[in-house]
C-alpha cells in the first residue's frame, strides 16, 4: 500500500499570517503523523497559539506519547498557559505502523470525513476546542489500514466559507463527487475542497482554511518515499 | 516569488527502517526550514540519533534561535549524551523571512550544491559532522532570495552510491543536466537524482539515501502553501 497526504492552507484575506499551523512529522515507532491547530482568532497572536500547541503535540508524539494523551497534555498546557481564556482547535491524523491503523483525534467542533468501501461518513461526535477547562478530552477514531481509505480534515475556514454572503459549504457533497467522478489525488482533492471554499469567499477568505486530505491507495510503487512544500513567499 | 522543495528518500537494502530523518517545520518569523541528519551507521539505532538531532534543531528553531546556534547545540548534546563516541551529519536549508535569504547550514563532508544565475557552485568547504567533539562548528552559508536559485543537498548514500561496484555518481553534473536540459521541477530533479544513485547501487542502496532540492522560481501564483507526502507503508 502507499500513503498520500496533501495540505493546502490559505491565510485570511489581508492578514499578515494564518492562524493555522499544519506539521508532518515521523513517529517513533514508524508511520507518521499530521497535527493541525486552529488559534483563536487571527494573526500574529492565532498564530502563536497553534504553533504552541502543534508543538507540544509534535513533541510528545515523538517520545511515542499515545495521540490521545498528547491531544489531553496539550489543552492542560494551553489551558495553564493561557488560564483558560485561549482555545484552539486540533487534529491529528496518525499512521500508526504498530498497530496499522489510521486514528483520528478530533479536539474540533468540525468534523472529519472518512470514505471506506466507497462509503462516505462524517465524523461529527460534538468535540471541543482545547484550552477553555481542564480535562477536555479528544474524540478518537481507530480504522484499519486498508486501500481506498480516505480521511479529510479541516480548520473552521471551510465550515464558514461564503457565510459573509449568506452562503455555505457541502463539503461532504463535493467531497462524494471528487472521490466519485474524477478518481482526484490527494493534492487535487485539497486543492478543489479549498478552491470551493475561496469561490464561496470570492477570493478573499474570511478567515485562515487549511485542508488536510490522506488517502491509502493499493499502489505497490517504489520504495521512495516523497515529500515536497510549495509556498509563496 | 514561489518556494518550491523536495525531498526524496529511501532506506538502506534489507535494512527495518532508514536511519535518515528530514523534516520540513515552519520558522516563527516566517519562513520555514528542512533538517536533514544521517546517524552513525544504520538502523534503528542511527534512526533513534537522527531523530534526536533533528528533534533538537527543530526546538530551538521553533523558539527563534538562529540556525549555526542551533548546530552548535545539536552538536554538543549529542557529544553529551553519547560521550563523544557517536556522529550525525546535519543539513539545515533555511528559507528566513526576515532577512529574504537562504541560509544553507552544514556540518557534513558530503556538499550542497547551489545554482545561481546559471551558475553551479558546490560548497565543499571541509565540515565536521556533529557529536565527536566539543564546540564542532557549522559551515554557513547567507544567500539572497532570488528567482532561479536551486540548493540541493544529500546525505552520504548519493556520495557512496555505485562504490560497491567501482563506480561513483557525478552529482554536479548529473544536476547540471537536469537543470539545463529538461528544465525539471523540484520533485523531479530529486527523484532523478536519487534514481541515478539507486542504478549505481544496482537497485540496493547500500545506505540510506536522503535528497533535498530547494528552488526560488519567479511563479506568482496562488496565495496556497502546499504540502504533500507520499510513501509506502
Same mark, same amino acid.
Given at each position: ?11 485570511? #484575506? ?41 508543538? !507540544? ?19 492542560? #498546557?494551553? #489551558?495553564?498557559?493561557?488560564?483558560? !481564556?485561549?482555545?484552539?482547535?486540533? &487534529?491529528?491524523?496518525?499512521? %500508526? ?9 478530533? &479536539? ?8 471506506? %468501501? ?14 477553555? #477547562? ?66 464561496? %469567499? ?5 478567515? %485562515? ?25
Amino acid at each position: 500500500m502507499e500513503l498520500h497526504i496533501a495540505v493546502s492552507k490559505v491565510k485570511k #484575506y489581508a492578514s499578515s499570517q494564518s492562524g493555522d499551523t499544519v506539521e508532518v512529522v515521523e513517529r517513533p515507532n514508524g508511520g507518521l503523523s499530521v497535527v493541525m491547530a486552529d488559534g483563536q482568532s487571527s494573526g500574529r497572536g492565532a498564530k502563536w497559539i497553534s504553533t504552541m500547541v502543534v508543538r !507540544k503535540v509534535i513533541a510528545l508524539l515523538a517520545e511515542g506519547i499515545r495521540d490521545g494523551a498528547a491531544a489531553r497534555a496539550a489543552s492542560d #498546557y494551553l #489551558y495553564t498557559e493561557r488560564g483558560g !481564556k485561549v482555545s484552539a482547535t486540533l &487534529n491529528i491524523l496518525s499512521i %500508526d505502523m504498530l498497530t496499522k491503523s489510521l486514528v483520528i483525534t478530533r &479536539n474540533n467542533p468540525a468534523p472529519v470525513l472518512l470514505s471506506q %468501501d466507497n462509503d462516505l461518513q462524517c465524523l461529527d461526535e460534538p468535540s471541543l476546542q482545547i484550552g477553555l #477547562y481542564r480535562d477536555t478530552r479528544p474524540k478518537i477514531s481507530e480504522i484499519a489500514l486498508a486501500p481506498g481509505l480516505v480521511a479529510v480534515a479541516y480548520t473552521d475556514g471551510i465550515v464558514h466559507a461564503g457565510s459573509r454572503y449568506g452562503q455555505s459549504m457541502d463539503v461532504e457533497d463535493k467531497l462524494r463527487f471528487l472521490l466519485e467522478y474524477s478518481g482526484a489525488s490527494c493534492q487535487k482533492i485539497a486543492d478543489d475542497l479549498l478552491q470551493h471554499a475561496l469561490d464561496l %469567499d470570492r477570493g478573499r477568505p474570511t478567515d %485562515d482554511i487549511s485542508v488536510i486530505v490522506l488517502q491509502v491507495t493499493d499502489k505497490d510503487g517504489d520504495e521512495v518515499r516523497r515529500m515536497s512544500v510549495q509556498l509563496p513567499i
